[in-house]
Structures are given as structure tokens and as C-alpha cells.
């Protein structure tokens, strides 16, 4: 079992960064792919990008390539999304998920994650 909390978000003017960490619980931690997702409201969930195990391997959707990044610390349990050059459309609750490391997940299959967080809500002033 791996538990995930978020935390990070809030109200940022556009044009500005914040970064969203990633707290997981378990000992497996090291072993599994970690992807970013976020929901708007009255839209599905999407894909914002993931990265391996090792950390050596990142995938992001279009929207957010070049302006946001996947990090992740295996030895704190943590992985981070920084985000840069925020936009209004960027508004949405975000949420870190888990799942083992595979083309599926690296790509965003979402059935493909097994574990979520409760996500966190980031709010981008025009």
C-alpha cells in the first residue's frame, strides 16, 4: 500500500511558479512511476506527466512542456512538480498518483496508477 498526500497548492497571479510536492507513504515508494494529473472544473481529469522510478526518465503532456517539471527524492518519499509561467488555464485541483513503472503509466494511462492523493487545488489569477 503507498499513501499519498499533496500539498502546495494555492491562489498565484499568472505568469508566476509554484511547486507541489508529493508525499508518499510505504517502503515501496523507490519502485514505483509517480505522475501528476489535474481535473478542472466541469472537465476530466488529464495527463500533466510522470516520471520513472529512478527518476531518470520524465514525460509531460504539450500543454505544460518547457514550463513545468517532475522531480522526485526517493530517499524523502517525495516527488515535485514545479510549475512556471502559470496560466489561468492552468487552474485546476492537482493530484500525484502511482503506479508501476511502465510505458503505460509514463504516458498517462490513468487506470494504469493504482494509488492517488486527495489533490490540491491551484487557482491562477488572469
Known amino acids: 500500500q503507498v499513501q499519498l498526500v499533496e500539498s502546495g497548492g494555492g491562489l498565484v497571479q499568472g505568469g508566476g511558479s509554484l511547486r507541489l510536492s508529493c508525499a508518499a507513504s510505504?517502503?515501496?515508494?523507490?519502485?514505483?512511476?509517480m505522475g501528476w494529473f489535474r481535473q478542472a472544473p466541469g472537465k476530466e481529469r488529464e495527463f500533466v506527466g510522470a516520471?520513472?522510478?529512478?527518476?531518470?526518465?520524465?514525460y509531460y503532456a504539450d500543454s505544460v512542456k518547457g514550463r513545468f517539471t517532475i522531480s522526485r527524492d526517493n530517499a524523502k518519499n517525495t516527488v515535485y512538480l514545479q510549475m512556471n509561467s502559470l496560466k489561468p488555464e492552468d487552474t485546476a485541483v492537482y493530484y500525484c498518483?502511482?503506479?508501476?513503472?511502465?510505458?503505460?503509466?509514463?504516458?498517462?494511462?490513468?487506470?494504469?496508477?493504482?494509488?492517488w492523493g486527495q489533490g490540491t487545488q491551484v487557482t491562477v489569477s488572469s
Open positions: 498518483a502511482a503506479g508501476f513503472d511502465s510505458i503505460a503509466t509514463m504516458t498517462g494511462l490513468q487506470y494504469e496508477y493504482d494509488y
Open positions: 510505504g517502503r515501496t515508494f523507490s519502485s514505483y512511476a
Open positions: 516520471i520513472s522510478w529512478s527518476g531518470g526518465n520524465t
